[in-house]
């Protein structure tokens, strides 16, 4: 017992090693299976090829901002005292800078990498059985999970000890921590910024294909969607690879990350004796998040079907639940045998099962939002069915039908959210909303592999449609991809969720660093910042969603083009030209994903620099309300209406009358689901990094911008003698005019 006290820290990046070893078992195990007959596997390699061309050309662009920023990190680190305060950072920030970017990059490669080769091999699965292409396309999915999360765990648990070395730190409290953490921010600002323009641009790209593909091609040209005739159903193919593969794998990479920092950042401040050098509270979160790996693993043993009939979402919900149950039930002991008795953050006084508490607060939290976000997107389920009903009387009751599902589904969300940050407040003050954020996100493994199943299965159904092949195939990748958009959505409620309870201990640990105790919105510049940080995520929306339609009406008239210019794509005689259209939606969105991300991470810098902490502060708050608000709403809203248009495709019935493909309802539908799709795989899952990385960047520049208290030897004292006087009035009566002696404290 005594060797893993003494070597506890070095267990951390062994836990990341053990997922990134089981991460490339199992992607030899998806590499081994069958990939299907040449043509299918030609269909694959577009996808593929369109997939490596757009990371490229992302990567050439990101690597310019990452190298300019990390120069500006290097040189603000090289900066010793500010006004006679010392500055505890570091020029190697840039460094954990650079790597947090690289490894975030590499996150989202490793789930594009898994999915481009998993897709096919699930179609040609689908041609047995069910239940082999939901083992083919889930365990896919877990190359993708396993790989952010261990890469993670391992790039800030190793960073950790190399700057513990690097900067001698021989005690928490000392100078030497608090420059090591503020340097180990850099990793997390990094893997932000990545993940911010990894997603807003595959967002863009997967949007414009897939709004291209289906007004052009189901809409006017009445072909299905992943029709091999329609041009732009390859581009569409490869957006669910860049978009919901890699920008959400480097996106719950950054979240992961952010989540475990921030409760670092406020375990520093926590004063303990342990049995780790005082260093249980800030190790605690990434231990669990740690073998939050190896539960994710177990929990995906419990992922299988019988047979034909047996029902998908619960053999994934079941891999979930088992992995949060055993998170809970494991987390006691850690946290019994981790922290001392009693522990006290900024006078919040609490004990150690009070933690273990908060943590089950997180677990909780997750679990419902998932719950509830299954709800309201899911197939056969009341608000999906309200919209399917109002798809009867057209387009326009289709759309607001949608508008209203999404915006009823922030009411519960945001109550169990309110009611988590209390909860975790009450049972472990800030440190216990830390550490809520923390359970919740220790089971991303097994989130992500959910998550990334869907556009597997996706893909998987636009193979077997281009390949023509038997109808049962594409029954069985339908069932999967249904399934699948209840899980994205799902994925993106817990993103979410996650982002709140992250930003706010990342607001906790810049109020400590920026030296301000409270944010006062009666001060006018503080109730401005309010204000802007509202306005921001509706920007922030409206340029995603204006970059979508821009690159949607390039790759509508492109289409258009090759249906009028080349002779004999209809009749299958000729062969569309694929890759212009793969070119138009990268172009598109690495042009358009650069004002976003220029937004979130220039805004709080001016902000924070012109007007101070107090007022960054202000607008911190209303950028994590309204991007919270806006995210659960715009995901939701666009889950529901696609599982709505997916409906069709099994036949509904509205007021008696059954309505399938191509029925008149069912293209009212198809305008919803267009409608939703920047809502959902843009602008709404942009929203959780948005929020984070303006915390982040806030965190940085918070000892540059802080509110200093005056040294002792620049104070004067001004000593007022006032003296006592009687006098007496005309009828005699005394009059004491009495005055105190004051003194008063000024600054030079």
Known sequence: ??????????????????????????????????????????????????????????????????????ALLAYSGTITEIKGVPMHSSWIISISFLIGAIFSATAGYIGMKSATKANVRTTQAART??????????????????????????GLGGLFIVFLKYFNVVSVNSVEMKTAIEVLTGFSLGAESIALFARVGGGIYTKAADVGADLVGKVEAGIPEDDVRNPATIADNVGDNVGDVAGMGADLFGSYVATILATMVLGQEIDVKDNFGGMSPILLPMVICGLGIIFSIIGTWFVTIKDEKSNVQNALNLGNWSSIVITAVASFFIVKWMLPE?????????????????IIV??????????????????????????????????????IAGLSVGMKSTVIPILVLAGGIMASYYFAGLYGVAIAAAGMMATTAMQLAIDAFGPIADNAGGIAEMSQLPPEVRERTDNLDAVGNTTAATGKGFAIASAALTSLALFAAFVGIAGISAIDIYKAPVLAGLF???????????????????????????VRRQFREIPGIMEYKAKPEYEKCVAISTKASIREMMLPGAIALIT?????????????????????????????????????????????????????????????????SVTGDTVGDPFKDTSGPSMN???????????????????????????????????????????GNIINDTLMNTTDTLAN
Request: proline share 3%; with cysteine.
């Open 604 to 668: 709080p810098i001016i902000i924070g620099f012109t007007f101070g902490p107090e007022v960054l502060g202000g607008l911190l708050a209303g950028v994590t309300v309204t991007g919270v608000l806006m995210g659960i709403f715009q995901s939701n809203a666009g889950g529901a209406w696609d599982n709505a248009k997916k409906s069709f495709e099994q036949g509904v019935m509205i007021n008696g009358e059954m309505f399938y493909k191509k029925s008149e309802p069912h293209k009212a």
């Open 342 to 358: 009693t522990l006290s953050l900024r006078g919040y006084a609490f004990s150690s099962i009070n933690v273990f508490y908060a």
């Open 129 to 154: 059985s069910l239940k082999q292409a939901l083992k083919v396309s889930f365990t896919g999915g877990t190359v993708m999970g396993l790989g952010v999360a261990g890469l993670a765990i391992l």
């Open 532 to 558: 802007i940080g509202g306005m921001i995520p509706f920007i922030f929306s409206a340029l995603c969603i204006q970059a979508v339609g821009k690159a949607a009406m390039d790759m509508v008239q492109e």
């Open 362 to 399: 997180g677990l909780v939290v997750g679990t419902i939002m998932s719950v509830v976000t299954e709800y309201f997107t899911a197939m056969g389920k009341g608000p999906v069915n309200s919209i399917i009903q109002q798809s009867s009387t057209g387009h326009a009751t289709n759309i």
């Open 1 to 70: 017992m005594n060797f893993l006290q003494e070597n506890l820290i070095y267990s951390i990046p062994a836990l990341g090693l053990v997922g990134i070893i089981v991460m490339m078992i199992k992607s030899a195990w998806v590499n081994k299976q069958d990939a299907g007959d040449k043509n299918m596997q030609e269909l694959a390699g577009y996808i593929a090829d369109g997939a490596m061309a757009f990371l490229k050309a992302e990567w050439r662009v990101l690597s310019i901002f990452a190298v300019f920023t990390a």
């Open 689 to 731: 990094i948005l929020i984070k990385l303006m915390s982040i960047v806030s965190l940085v520049i918070a000892p540059y911008i802080a509110v200093k208290a005056i040294p002792t030897e620049e104070r004067q004292e001004v000593r007022k003698e006032i003296r006592i006087e009687q006098k007496t009035d005309a009828s």
